[in-house]
């Protein structure tokens, strides 16, 4: 007898299985359905679309068709009212001058020959100024540093003394244009900086000193 008892339950069992899964398929039936619907829909507003860019396209087309033909009849009217330039008239021929009778040569002047150019005065060699040896040696005196170092010599400079650090560059040419004499400039120089004497950028460095100082 149980054993029926545990049949029946298990066909109740698979019953409910059953029509959960019915219930399952109905839902998505349901769903699709939906779907349908609005795909439709959707199909629909798009054939309405479709006819209106149809008929948007075939009003654009004629009033292209009006434009061309107005264009047409504004180029007719226009080449209609361009008036043809009139001939220009031939100008009257100039009367001839009358020939003026010819007039005796007159007799020939001799020029009378010109003074001899007197030559400059040579200047006296002993009493001209000297030139000042320190600017034919150096160069044109500046009032600033910088204007004595080009640009080729602004990098020489920054790489060979001081070490590609150009703060510390800027900061020097400052403090030595504050100085009052080149020995003083010499002596901030020796005091701040290990300089190789006998470097080409260390004597072009001082050349430029000298200008700043004279």
Request: with cysteine.
């Amino acid at each position: 007898m149980q054993e029926v008892i545990n049949y029946f339950k298990s066909l109740e069992a698979r019953l409910a299985a059953l029509e959960a899964q019915l219930q399952a398929q109905q839902t998505k039936i349901e769903e699709l359905e939906t779907l349908k619907l609005v795909l439709e829909n959707h199909l629909s507003s798009m054939e309405e679309h479709c006819s209106m860019l149809e008929e948007h396209i075939a009003t654009l087309g004629n009033e292209r068709n009006e434009l061309l033909s107005r264009i047409e009849e504004l180029e007719n009217v226009e080449e209609s009212v361009i008036p043809e330039s009139p001939e220009t008239p031939e100008s009257p021929e100039e009367p001839e001058t009358p020939e003026t009778p010819e007039t005796p040569e007159e007799p020939a002047i001799t020029p009378t020959p010109e003074p001899a150019p007197t030559p400059a005065p040579q200047p006296d060699l002993f009493t001209e100024e000297p030139v000042a040896p320190k600017a034919a040696l150096y160069g044109k005196p500046v009032e600033d540093i910088r204007q004595a170092i080009s640009l080729g010599d602004r990098f020489l400079y920054q790489r060979e003394l001081f070490s590609q650090n150009a703060e510390l560059m800027q900061r020097t040419l400052t403090e030595l244009n504050a100085l009052a004499s080149f020995d003083e400039a010499l002596q901030y120089i020796n005091s701040h900086f290990e300089w190789d004497t006998e470097s080409n950028s260390y004597q072009q460095f001082l050349v430029a000193l000298h200008r700043r100082f004279g």
